[in-house]
């Protein structure tokens, strides 16, 4: 199930990155060095006391040459959209400031709870001044010191006091699938698109909640529940085309999807943005398929998809497990095969392999293409082991992980994908030293 979200707001300098960075922690952390991958510090998964959730800093998204009040407008109104609870942060320095109230004006509107943190509390003095705060009219203000990491620890007891509950949530079969891209390249077209062509359910699921922004549809036997829907459809808001945005709602949909759908413009091409977007898709281990829309704008010949794909995956050359369908949401071509390609990209994503089997195709790998060797120590394969699914992940023991180069795992890697079906998923080798 979807972990919630929480967004932090206020207006600049009260504290917000000091504080998105304290309880984010080292939980940020660089996974893996994907091109075209830049990390935004503005969105970064936590826990506390063993509730995860995801974190937007509303505070990083630059809206360009707004206004600044306009700015600090759109980013409460992000935080009301995105947000399960919103953390708002006054500075005890300043006082209460127009733009503090002009915040909590907006905040009110929201059927949301909002928390309200009085930073740069440094000291107990200091505490005696939080009081002013009350009226801004959203309850018992919070002390807390981003920078001496004081109050963090009832401010989030709070936080996530508000969550809503999900301790009723059945097992649910659907495939959830999202998709993303970046402005423009035919989102909601598609959604609607597949929305018109297939059976849609009303969710009768207790404790789903937050179903409210999903969509369910049934196509035969199976139930598909496409994420973050609503969002998709609701246009024309000042901050919809800003790049943060776009990659807060992508980070936020892969987070809750099975599958991710990246989709492409055929019109326009790859571009940067669209290389960051798969990027986040591809780290977060989810199955992945590419979707090239606006199939019907190109005037083809017998190369024109070919000289597509090639372009793809010379542009996208870690996502090569990922396949590709050429579509338009316009006029309806191939859109009909996507759900039973997500099926499919799903079962592998969590396809379990037999041990016996696994350890066949690694043996006999090693057969082929003999383990390399350095200094005269030569790597050493005992054993391969699937310790997870989703993405399917695979210890190796051996006798020194150091001996391990890329290129041989890489070998291994495609050695096991020859052999098992995990199209349209990222497999994860790890390697172990053998106690
Ligand atoms: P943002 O613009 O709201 O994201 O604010 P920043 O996190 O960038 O912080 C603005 C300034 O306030 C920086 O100089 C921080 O070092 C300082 N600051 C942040 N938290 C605290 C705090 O708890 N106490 C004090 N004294 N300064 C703080
Ligand atoms: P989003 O920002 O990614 O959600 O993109 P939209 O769905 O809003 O589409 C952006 C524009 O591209 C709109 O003007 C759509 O009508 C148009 N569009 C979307 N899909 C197609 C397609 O398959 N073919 C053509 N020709 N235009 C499309």
């Known amino acids: ?80 959209d ?43 003095e200091l505490r005696q001044e939080i009081y002013d705060f009350y009226s801004l009219g959203l309850g018992d203000p919070y002390p807390i010191s981003g920078s001496h990491g004081l109050g963090t620890g009832d401010l989030l007891d709070a936080v996530i006091a508000e969550f809503p509950d999900n301790e009723e949530v059945v097992d649910d079969p659907a495939i959830r699938f999202s998709l993303i891209g970046r402005p423009n390249v035919g989102k909601s077209s598609m959604v609607n698109a597949i929305l018109g062509e297939n059976r849609v359910i009303v969710s009768d699921i207790a404790g789903t909640t937050r179903d409210a922004i999903d969509s369910r549809f049934q196509v035969d036997d199976d139930e598909f529940v496409m994420v973050d829907t609503a969002g998709i459809r609701k246009k024309g808001k000042v901050y919809e085309n800003t790049e943060k945005y776009s990659v807060i709602r992508a980070l936020k ?34 199955g992945i398929i590419i979707v090239v829309n606006k199939w019907d704008t190109l005037k083809k010949d017998n190369h024109t998809l070919k000289d597509f794909e090639n372009t793809i995956r010379s542009e996208f050359a870690y996502l090569s497990y990922a396949p ?93 994908r020859a052999a098992f079906d995990f199209e349209g998923t990222p497999v994860h080798l790890i390697e172990r030293r053998r106690k």
């Not at 609870?85 to 300043?94: A, L, P, Q, R």
């Not at 503090?100 to 740069?120: C, F, G």
């Open 1 to 80: 199930m979807a972990n919630p979200t929480v967004a932090i707001v206020g207006r600049p300098n009260v504290g917000k990155s000091t504080i998105f960075n304290r309880i984010a922690g080292e939980r940020i952390s660089i996974v893996e060095d994907t091109p075209g991958v830049t990390r935004d510090r503005i969105y970064a998964h936590s826990e506390w006391l063993g509730h995860p959730f995801n974190l937007i800093d509303t505070g990083g998204i630059d809206l360009g040459d707004e206004p600044f009040l306009e700015e600090i407008r759109s980013q409460a109104e992000i935080a009301i």
């Open 82 to 124: 995105e947000a399960d609870v919103i953390v708002f942060i006054v500075s005890v320095k300043e006082g209460v400031s127009d733009a503090d109230e002009a915040v909590a004006k907006i905040l009110y509107t929201a059927k949301k709870p909002v928390i309200l943190a009085v930073n740069k509390v440094d000291n107990p």
């Open 324 to 416: 590709i369908v050429f579509v338009s949401a316009k006029t309806k071509q191939r859109l009909e095969q996507l759900p039973a390609l997500i099926k499919r990209v799903n079962t592998n994503h969590s396809r379990r392999v037999q041990s016996s089997a696994l350890n066949d195709v690694v043996m006999d790998a090693i057969a082929i293409n003999p383990t390399p060797s350095e200094n005269g120590k030569r790597l050493r394969v005992y054993y391969a082991t699937q310790v997870s699914t989703e993405p399917p992940t695979f210890v190796i023991f051996v006798n020194d992980p150091d001996l391990m180069h890329f290129s041989y795992a890489r070998f291994l890697e495609n050695q096991i």
């Open 253 to 286: 949909a892969i987070d809750n999807s099975d599958v991710v759908l990246v989709v492409l413009n055929a019109e326009e091409g790859i571009r940067e943005q669209d290389k960051r977007v798969a990027g986040y898709a591809h780290e977060a281990g989810r």
